[in-house]
DNA sequence: CTGTATCCTTCCAGATACTG
DNA sequence: CAGTATCTGGAAGGATACAG
């Protein structure tokens, strides 16, 4: 069993991961598809230049995003997202859900009160793809044991 | 429906109530039950008392950890989580899975690789807490539909 | 187009001393 | 016991100019 203080210091290290300021926006930006830098910085113009390089750096090392390099003239580079940042996507939305039922508006700030809806066929979605990182868990720690 | 953009900001409003340094530590603190200012001092003394005061005030105003004060000398304060602060326990699991399955190790720290197992009780707890909050969403959002 | 390099400002967080 | 007040250094982040 995994000693309970590690696995409090994994949930750390994820948080490092997504946390700041900007690499929720980035993570937002790719969670369609691949993007180029440019049209990154186009949809997100709040992110300086500096800023968005040194996330976009910081991410590719932790491995949720890639980066793929064109060779031609003018320069061309994609990013997208890896597995591990696809997977990341269902988990955010369970933060959101949780954010949008248990948080004042008044920490969210005051414009989103309205009326809210949730997509049935959404949230059933959203369950299969948590169902689908447990199953993940189960066979990647417990080989050794029988498959369920 | 709620709209797409105004959901990932709810995102990153919960992204800032557990975010920085210091907050998960204290919900850590808290996550057995209720405790005193000095027990939670105590508990991670790497944080100052400038910061851990600072951080308690943040929280209590996002709703997810209760202040109570009595009125005695010397001074007695108790904190503890909010229902809201209950809930998020079962979601940074989730989150902590996803660390634990998708992110490298070099990422996290070398000194946590050994073979690791999961409980499946516990496992299977967390589905239902999941499961709970996703009912949750159902009644507090869609009431008006007919409940499942 | 996709970045680097540099400078400059602001804000955060640690240390320390003090109080009801 | 449970905090406040103040000072200070360093890091985070913006603006701008430049380069392959």
Do not use: C
């Amino acid at each position: 069993m995994t000693k309970n203080k590690d696995f409090w210091r994994r949930i750390e290290s994820a948080l490092n991961v997504i946390g700041g300021k900007w690499k929720l926006l980035i993570v937002i930006a790719l969670k369609d598809g691949t993007q180029r830098y440019s049209d990154i910085s186009h949809k997100f113009p709040e992110i300086s230049e500096r800023m968005l390089v040194k996330q976009l750096r910081e991410m590719e090392h932790d491995g949720i995003i890639i980066r793929t390099v064109y060779p031609v003239v003018p320069a061309k580079v994609e990013y997208s997202l890896t597995q591990s940042g696809e997977k990341l996507i269902p988990v955010l939305k369970i933060l959101g859900l949780w954010s949008l039922i248990y948080l004042g508006s008044e920490v969210i700030g005051e414009d989103l009160s309205g009326p809210v809806e949730v997509d049935s066929t959404k949230l059933n979605q959203l369950i299969e793809d948590i169902d689908g990182i447990l199953k993940d868990v189960h066979t990647k720690l417990n080989r050794k044991e029988d498959p369920v």
